[in-house]
């Protein structure tokens, strides 16, 4: 049974980083194939790819987020991991992360997401 | 990037019709177009990948067709738990890129 959990720090001022985690069960970043990215959605608006790990650590990130975030993995934990800097009230969303098969670009499972809210 | 245009916005409709929810692509995506329900609350589950194939567990009376730059999702005879909002993705190439989404809705 596969699942995936995320957690964060819930809220945030501007200007500092974001520090998420994903744990999941039923499967390794460590098989062939298997990715796990970082997805996001503010309230009442649409999904937003963030980034992806794969198994053997190739990385691809949104470029629309320019330089600001990093994806990284614990295979031994079963924990992805993503960090973004200089976060600002665009930034409130919900972030799932959710795995990919054989290198697909669908995600076949995802987390129940985690509120993020940035303010000062 | 890859825009991905979905359309329509919000529909209406009953217990036992069928709709159709439609997607463009602003480039050919050679079938890689992926299709997820979200319920409110809730995380999207993926319904349809490649296309046209259904993920397993998922009612046969969601179907996926289209090629190069236009795709659909058809949902035959709606079922109360199928109203819930839609949304395509591009899953050919990052930035994977999703539809602003379709909100079904009871009519």
């Known amino acids: 049974q596969v699942t995936l959990k995320e957690s964060g720090p819930g809220i945030l001022q501007p200007s500092q980083t974001l520090s998420l985690t994903c744990s999941f069960s039923?499967?390794?970043?460590?098989?062939?194939?298997?990715?796990v990215s970082w997805i996001r959605q503010p309230s009442g608006k649409g999904l937003e790819w963030l980034a992806t790990?794969?198994?053997?650590?190739?990385?691809g990130y949104n470029p629309s987020l320019k330089n600001r975030l990093t994806i990284s993995k614990d295979t031994s934990n079963n924990q992805a991991f993503l960090k973004i800097t200089s976060v600002d009230t665009a930034d409130t969303a919900i972030y799932y992360c959710?795995?990919?098969?054989?290198?697909?670009?669908?995600?076949?499972?995802w987390g129940q997401g985690v509120m993020v809210t940035v303010s000062s | 990037d890859i825009q991905m245009t979905q359309s329509p916005t919000s529909l209406a409709a009953s217990v036992g019709e069928s709709v159709t929810i439609t997607c463009l692509a602003s480039e050919d995506i050679y079938g890689s177009l992926v299709w997820y329900q979200q319920k409110p609350g809730k995380s999207p589950q993926l319904l349809i990948y490649?296309?046209?194939i259904l993920e397993d567990g998922i009612p046969s009376r969601f179907s996926g067709s289209g090629s190069d730059t236009q795709y659909s999702l058809k949902i035959n005879s709606l079922q109360p738990e199928d109203f819930a909002s839609y949304y395509c993705q591009n899953g050919l190439s990052t930035p994977y890129t999703f539809g602003a989404g379709t909100k079904l809705e009871l009519k």
């Open positions: 490649g296309a046209t």
């Open positions: 790990i794969c198994w053997e650590d190739s990385k």
């Open positions: 039923g499967f390794s970043l460590s098989t062939s194939g298997i990715c």
């Open positions: 959710a795995r990919s098969p054989y290198y697909s670009g669908y995600f076949d499972y």
